[in-house]
């Protein structure tokens, strides 16, 4: 039985004082709900957020770490460093470390391996560009990100595994898949998923759409059957925004 989660991925936002202030904002005002509930601050913040939500049902994740366990990556973050603080899920893949920071499939899979030997739970994301999309190749693309990234895992791992489809032209742009691209695209995955392993761990792993959802849209989005939650980026850094997401699913 798959999980619903929410997912809040603040990227390079909030300061110490504004990560403290949103916390104990959400955390008062979280609604009732049989979903996860993440939120993923910067890592200079991630020990504190961890800390404040101690009593909380939210759940403070990464935003990314590197596939090495220790050793001379300047800047750089390891599974261990995120377990030590008492963290449980690392986001990877996210479109904006491929675009900006030159993370290939090849440099995922390494590090999706790394975290799943952590015992971490990776939220992987991946999705299409616009010109994919535009010619027709945005299965094709979606196929290839998942195929090279997670299909050398064993099946026995995919338990620890939450997929992130987030269509490149949608993330911060306003622009929204429609819901019934979102299912189209979500039933494509696992039934790419069943194919390669079967169909107990396709119907098992859940499957968050993100790019520009709101408030306005969420409802619309997660009541498709194969959308079991979202990633939420800006509305992600306003708590009511946040809260009524949530309300939403
Ligand atoms: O990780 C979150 C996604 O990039 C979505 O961002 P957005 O909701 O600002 O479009």
């Known amino acids: 039985m798959r999980s619903k989660i929410v997912a809040g991925n603040w990227k390079m936002n909030k300061n110490l004082a504004e990560t403290e202030a949103l916390l104990t904002e959400l955390a008062a005002k979280l609604p009732d709900t049989n979903a996860e509930v993440m939120v993923a601050p910067t890592f200079v913040n991630l020990a504190a957020a961890v800390q404040s939500l101690e009593s909380s049902t939210i759940n403070a994740i990464a935003q990314n770490m590197h596939f090495a366990e220790s050793g001379a990556y300047t800047g750089e973050i390891s599974g261990d460093m995120l377990v030590n603080i008492g963290v449980d899920t690392v986001i990877l893949g996210h479109s904006e470390r491929r675009a900006y920071?030159?993370?290939?499939?090849?440099?995922?899979?390494?590090?999706?391996?790394?975290?799943?030997?952590?015992?971490?739970?990776?939220?992987?994301?991946?999705?299409?560009?616009?010109?994919?999309?535009?010619?027709?190749?945005?299965?094709?693309?979606?196929?290839?990100?998942?195929?090279?990234?997670?299909?050398?895992?064993?099946?026995?791992?995919?338990?620890?595994?939450?997929?992130?489809?987030?269509?490149?032209?949608a993330i911060g742009t306003g622009e929204t898949a429609?819901?019934?691209?979102?299912?189209?695209?979500?039933?494509?995955?696992?039934?790419?998923?069943?194919?390669?392993?079967?169909?107990?761990?396709?119907?098992?792993?859940?499957?968050?759409?993100?790019?520009?959802?709101?408030?306005?849209?969420?409802?619309?989005?997660?009541?498709?059957?194969?959308?079991?939650?979202?990633?939420?980026?800006?509305?992600?850094?306003?708590?009511?925004?946040?809260?009524?997401?949530?309300?939403a699913i």
């Not at 050398?152 to 489809?165: G, M, P, R, T």
Request: charged share 25%.
């Open 101 to 169: 920071f030159g993370e290939t499939d090849e440099i995922l899979e390494k590090k999706v391996k790394a975290a799943l030997a952590k015992n971490l739970r990776v939220m992987f994301c991946f999705g299409e560009e616009l010109a994919d999309r535009k010619s027709g190749n945005h299965f094709k693309v979606v196929e290839s990100q998942i195929k090279n990234a997670l299909f050398s895992l064993d099946a026995n791992v995919w338990s620890s595994i939450i997929l992130a489809y987030e269509p490149v032209w």
């Open 178 to 247: 429609s819901a019934d691209q979102a299912q189209e695209m979500h039933a494509f995955i696992r039934k790419t998923i069943t194919e390669a392993y079967n169909a107990e761990i396709a119907n098992n792993v859940s499957i968050l759409y993100g790019g520009s959802v709101k408030p306005a849209n969420a409802e619309e989005i997660f009541s498709k059957p194969d959308v079991d939650g979202g990633l939420i980026g800006g509305a992600a850094l306003v708590a009511d925004n946040f809260v009524d997401i949530i309300k």
